[in-house]
T-cell receptor, first 116, second 110 residues
Framework: GAVVSQHPSWVICKSGTSVKIECRSLDFQATTMFWYRQFPKQSLMLMATSNEGSKATYEQGVEKDKFLINHASLTLSTLTVTSAHPEDSSFYIC????????????FGSGTQLSVL | DAKTTQPNSMESNEEEPVHLPCNHSTISGTDYIHWYRQLPSQGPEYVIHGLTSNVNNRMASLAIAEDRKSSTLILHRATLRDAAVYYCILSQSGTYKYIFGTGTRLKVLA
C-alpha cells in the first residue's frame, strides 16, 4: 500500500517556540492531505484539509494562525505549530488520499509533541 | 457529517471470532463505511471499507445491514496483535473527509 512518512516521530520544545512537522507521500502524489490531532485516550480530531498549491481549509475552532499548513508540492505538507504552549502538547497525525485507491486514506505514524 | 456509534470496549478470547458493531443511522446514500484500527502511539491502519455490499479481505470482513444504518466488522480469528482501538468512520464519496468517533477498544485475552 501507499506509504505516508511523518517526521519527526516525537519532539520536545520550550514554550513559545515553533515546531514544524512534515508529512510526505513516499510513492505517490498526494493532492490532498489531512491533519489530525489526538489527545491521550481520545479520538482523532480533524484540524484541516491541506490542498497542494492552495490555502488549507481549517475546521471550526482551529486557529489558522496558530497551526500553519503549507502544501507546496504533491508529496509534502507541513504543519507548523507557532508559539507552542503546553496545551498544544498532543499527538499530530497526517493522512493522504491516493488516486485510484478509492476512498482510502493512508495515515502517517504520527508526531508526539510535548511542550514544556 | 453523519456520525457513528460504537461500544467503548469489547473483549475477545484469542483464536475466536470477534464482531465489532457500528451504528450509523444518519448515513446518506453516498457515504462509504470505513474501518481503521489504531495501536498506541501509531497512526490509524486501514482495515476495510464498503458502500452497500458485504466485503472481505485478508484482514477482516465487513457486513453491512440492508438499510445501511449499521455495520459489523468481523475478525475471524482474533490474535493478540488485533488488540487495538477500532474506528468505524463514514465519508462522503470523493471527499475523503473522515470524522472519527470514539471507537471501540478491543482487548484480546490469551
Amino acid at each position: 500500500g501507499a506509504v505516508v512518512s511523518q517526521h519527526p516521530s516525537w519532539v520536545i520544545c520550550k514554550s513559545g517556540t515553533s515546531v514544524k512537522i512534515e508529512c510526505r507521500s513516499l510513492d505517490f502524489q498526494a493532492t490532498t492531505m489531512f491533519w489530525y490531532r489526538q489527545f491521550p485516550k481520545q479520538s482523532l480530531m480533524l484540524m484541516a484539509t491541506s490542498n497542494e498549491g492552495s490555502k488549507a481549509t481549517y475546521e471550526q475552532g482551529v486557529e489558522k494562525d496558530k497551526f500553519l499548513i503549507n502544501h507546496a508540492s504533491l508529496t509534502l505538507s507541513t504543519l507548523t505549530v507557532t508559539s507552542a504552549h503546553p496545551e498544544d502538547s498532543s499527538f499530530y497525525i497526517c493522512s493522504a488520499s491516493v488516486t485510484g485507491q478509492s476512498e482510502k486514506l493512508f495515515f502517517g505514524s504520527g508526531t508526539q509533541l510535548s511542550v514544556l | 457529517d453523519a456520525k457513528t456509534t460504537q461500544p467503548n470496549s469489547m473483549e475477545s478470547n484469542e483464536e475466536e471470532p470477534v464482531h465489532l458493531p457500528c451504528n450509523h443511522s444518519t448515513i446518506s446514500g453516498t457515504d462509504y463505511i470505513h474501518w481503521y484500527r489504531q495501536l498506541p502511539s501509531q497512526g490509524p491502519e486501514y482495515v476495510i471499507h464498503g458502500l452497500t455490499s458485504n466485503v472481505n479481505n485478508r484482514m477482516a470482513s465487513l457486513a453491512i445491514a440492508e438499510d445501511r444504518k449499521s455495520s459489523t466488522l468481523i475478525l475471524h480469528r482474533a490474535t493478540l496483535r488485533d488488540a487495538a482501538v477500532y474506528y468505524c468512520i463514514l465519508s462522503q464519496s470523493g471527499t475523503y473527509k473522515y470524522i472519527f468517533g470514539t471507537g471501540t477498544r478491543l482487548k484480546v485475552l490469551a
